[in-house]
C-alpha cells in the first residue's frame, strides 16, 4: 500500500531545517568578523584570546624607560634643545609658540618691541631683546662680547677681581690685585713699598730676611745684625760699652785678624758664624766676616747682603749659580770665585762641561755662538766695606765677545760674554765653570 508523507510533518522538518542553518551561518559570520573577540564562548574563541596582543599596561611596563633629560636653570627642554623661553622667538613663553615675522620674544610674549631692551640679531638668525648694559654677549651694544674674566658692568666689558681690587697703571690694562700683599699696590692701588719693605696686610713694613728689624725709641725701624752689630749686640738695643765690639752675638774686647785667632780666643764658645775681625789686626778696620769650619779648620768667607738679581753667575740662560758668602783671604785681599761652599746653581748644560751645572763667582759664560745668547754675572759688594779693584776682567775663548762694566764706586761690576765657548770672567780664567776655572779677583778696603 502506497502511503505519502503528512504535510504537517513536512512542514515542521523544514522549518527544523531552516533554523539549523541559520545558526551555523551566523556562527561562521561572527567567527569570520570577530574571531580575535575575547567574549566568545565557544573554543574557537578561546583561541582567539590566547593568540591576543599583551594588553597596554604589560607594554608600558617592558618599554625601556627613558632618562629625563635636564636643562640649566632658567631654561626648558623644547624638543631635544635646551633653550630660554622668555627670549626664544621659536618657542616663546612655551614650547613650539613661534613669536610672528618682525616680531621678538620679550618675558615669554611675542611683542614687536623691547622695550627698555635693546633689539638685537644674531647672524642670520632671529631678532631677540638683549640688556646691553649687563650682557656678556652684547655689551653696550649688540655683539660685543666681554673677553675671559670680564663681567658686563653698565655697558662696559670690565675686569671682574672678586675679592681682589681691579687696579689700572697709567696708560695700561686693568688687573687684579691683593692690597694686602702686593708691593706694587699695598692698601691702595698705586701705593709702592720702598726698597727692603714688603707688604703685610695692607701695610709697608720691613724685612729683614736673616738680620733682625730693630726700632729706635721713637725712630724708624731697620735691619741689624745682632751678631756684629754694637747697637744691638745679641738683641735690639743692646749696645757694647767701651772699646768692646759684638762678636757673635757678644759684647767682646777681643781683637783679631782672622777665624783661627778668633778660635784661639773663644775656645769651646768658638762656633760657626758672623764675627767682627779687624785686618791687619788694626782696630780702625774692622769688617764683619764669617768663621766657618770653627770645629775644625777656620776659613773665612765674606757675606753678600743684596741677594735680589744681585751676586750670580750664568751660562747663558741654561745655568744660574747664586752666591750668599765667597772665600775671602783678609791678608792679600783676594776672593776665590771657585770656592762654592754657600753658593746654590740650578740647571744644566750637556754641551760644556760633561755637563755644566755651575759658573763660577765673577764669571758670564756662553757657548751659544751669537752676541744676542750671552751669559751674565754681577757682583755686588754694597753693604760690605769691600771694593772690586780696578782692571780685574777679560773677554776670552772661542770666537768671545762681552762687556764688563763698573759702577757703585766700583762695588758692583756686571759682566755679559758669549763665544763658542766665550766668557768674561777674571783674569787668567779658562772655561770658568764647575768651581774650577776662574782667577782671583782683587778687593780694596777704603
Known amino acids: 500500500m502506497h502511503s505519502s508523507a503528512n504535510p504537517l510533518s513536512r512542514s515542521w522538518a523544514a522549518t527544523l531545517l531552516a533554523l539549523v542553518v541559520g545558526s551555523v551561518g551566523v556562527g561562521l559570520v561572527a567567527q569570520g568578523c570577530g574571531g580575535d573577540s575575547a567574549s566568545a564562548s565557544t573554543g574557537g574563541g578561546q ?21 629625563a633629560a635636564t636643562c640649566p636653570t632658567g631654561q626648558t627642554m623644547c624638543g631635544s634643545t635646551c633653550t630660554n623661553t622668555a627670549y626664544d622667538p621659536g618657542n616663546c613663553g612655551a614650547c613650539g609658540h613661534t613669536c610672528g615675522s618682525g616680531q621678538v620674544c620679550s618675558s615669554g610674549t611675542c611683542s614687536s618691541t623691547c622695550g627698555a631692551l635693546t633689539t638685537c640679531t644674531s647672524d642670520g638668525g632671529a631678532p631677540f631683546c638683549a640688556n ?15 673677553g675671559s674674566g670680564q663681567v658686563c658692568k653698565g655697558g662696559t666689558c670690565a675686569l671682574t677681581c672678586g675679592a681682589l681690587t681691579i687696579c689700572t697703571p697709567d696708560g695700561g690694562t686693568p688687573y687684579c690685585a691683593n692690597t694686602q700683599t702686593d708691593n706694587a699696590n699695598c692698601g691702595t692701588c698705586g701705593q709702592t713699598c720702598g726698597s727692603g719693605q714688603v707688604c703685610k696686610g695692607g701695610a709697608c713694613a720691613l724685612t729683614c730676611g736673616a738680620l733682625t728689624t730693630c726700632t729706635p725709641d721713637g725712630g724708624t725701624p731697620y735691619c741689624a745684625n ?148 750671552l751669559g751674565t754675572a754681577n757682583i755686588d759688594l754694597t753693604g760690605t766695606p769691600f771694593a772690586v779693584a780696578p782692571n780685574q776682567f777679560g773677554i776670552a775663548g772661542a770666537g768671545a765677545t762681552g762687556n764688563v762694566a763698573y759702577s757703585s764706586n766700583n762695588q758692583v761690576v756686571n759682566l755679559q760674554g758669549e763665544g763658542f765657548c766665550g766668557w768674561a770672567a777674571p783674569n787668567g780664567s779658562y772655561n770658568p765653570y764647575n768651581a774650577g776655572g776662574a782667577g782671583s779677583i782683587t778687593v780694596v778696603y777704603p
Not at 646691553?132 to 666681554?146: F, I
Not at 745679641?234 to 759684647?251: I, R
Not at 770645629?295 to 744660574?320: C, G, I, M, R
Request: aromatic residues 6%; hydrophobic residues 35%; charged residues 15%.
Open 226 to 373: 745682632t751678631q756684629t752689630d754694637n747697637a744691638n749686640c745679641g738683641t735690639c738695643g743692646n749696645v757694647c760699652a767701651g772699646t768692646s765690639k759684638c762678636l757673635a752675638g757678644t759684647c767682646s774686647s777681643v781683637v783679631v785678624a782672622s777665624c783661627a785667632a778668633m778660635k784661639a780666643a773663644l775656645g769651646a764658645a768658638a762656633v760657626d758664624g758672623e764675627y767682627v775681625l779687624y785686618l791687619d789686626g788694626d782696630v780702625n778696620k774692622p769688617v764683619a766676616i764669617w768663621c766657618a769650619g770653627m770645629a775644625s779648620t777656620p776659613a773665612e768667607y765674606l757675606t753678600l747682603p743684596n741677594q735680589t738679581k744681585a751676586n750670580f753667575s750664568t751660562d747663558y740662560n741654561l745655568v744660574t749659580t747664586q752666591y750668599l758668602r765667597v772665600r775671602i783671604d783678609l791678608t792679600k785681599l783676594t776672593i776665590d770665585p771657585n770656592d762654592e761652599t754657600f753658593a746654590t746653581s740650578t740647571g744644566s748644560d750637556p754641551n760644556a762641561g760633561n755637563p755644566l751645572h755651575s759658573v763660577d763667582f765673577g764669571s758670564a759664560y756662553s757657548c751659544q755662538g751669537s752676541p744676542s745668547l
Open 132 to 146: 646691553t648694559q649687563t650682557d656678556n654677549a652684547n655689551c653696550g651694544t649688540c655683539g660685543h662680547t666681554c
Open 47 to 67: 583561541d582567539a584570546a590566547v593568540e591576543a596582543s599583551p594588553d597596554a599596561s604589560d607594554q608600558e611596563a617592558e618599554a625601556p624607560q627613558e632618562a
